[in-house]
Structures are given as C-alpha cells and as structure tokens.
C-alpha cells in the first residue's frame, strides 16, 4: 500500500555556504512543508521541479504566520504560472 501524498509547490530557494541549497516546498495554504537541504553536485543531476507529490509524514506543521501566508501566496503564484515538473 502506497503512502498519501499531497502537491507542494517551491515556495523558498536559499544557498546555505559553499555546497548547500535549501528548497522549501508547501501546500497551497500554506500549512505545512517540506524542506531538504541538497549539494550543488546532486542538484546538477536533478532538476528542481515547480511542483512535488510529497508523502504525508515528511510534512511539518509551518510554525509562524507569517511563514504561512508567504507560503501560500508563493504556493499559488507557482501553481498559477508553471506546471508541477517545470524545471525552476
């Protein structure tokens, strides 16, 4: 049996030192995400996509306000101009 998932979309692109990207993907409400930190090297071998199907139990809660309405408003300006494997 397959775990739930549920479209996020890139909300937050961040470089984190020499090697480090930190994508952050959320729901279109903003509520919850996901975030991973990725090198440079795995990063020239997969495409950063505008859209994921995340598994249910990898989403956290967003903790703040603030977080959450950026989130939303970021999810839904990504939903309205690309397709889920856009490369961004």
């Keep these: 049996m397959s775990e739930e998932t549920v479209?996020?979309?890139l909300v937050d692109r961040e470089t984190r030192g020499e090697n480090l990207v930190t994508l952050v993907?959320?729901?279109l409400d903003g509520?919850?995400?996901?975030?991973?930190q990725l090198s440079?090297?795995?990063?020239?071998r997969?495409?950063?996509t505008a859209a994921r199907d995340v598994p249910v139990g990898k989403?956290?809660?967003?903790?703040r306000d603030a977080d959450?309405?950026?989130y939303a408003t970021q999810a839904r300006s990504m939903a309205d101009r690309h397709d889920?494997?856009?490369?961004v």
């Design 7 to 9: 479209r996020c979309w």
């Design 25 to 27: 993907y959320a729901t």
């Design 31 to 36: 509520e919850r995400h996901l975030t991973e």
């Design 40 to 44: 440079f090297q795995l990063l020239r």
């Design 46 to 48: 997969r495409d950063v």
């Design 59 to 63: 989403l956290e809660p967003t903790p």
């Design 68 to 70: 959450r309405e950026r």
């Design 84 to 87: 889920p494997d856009d490369p």
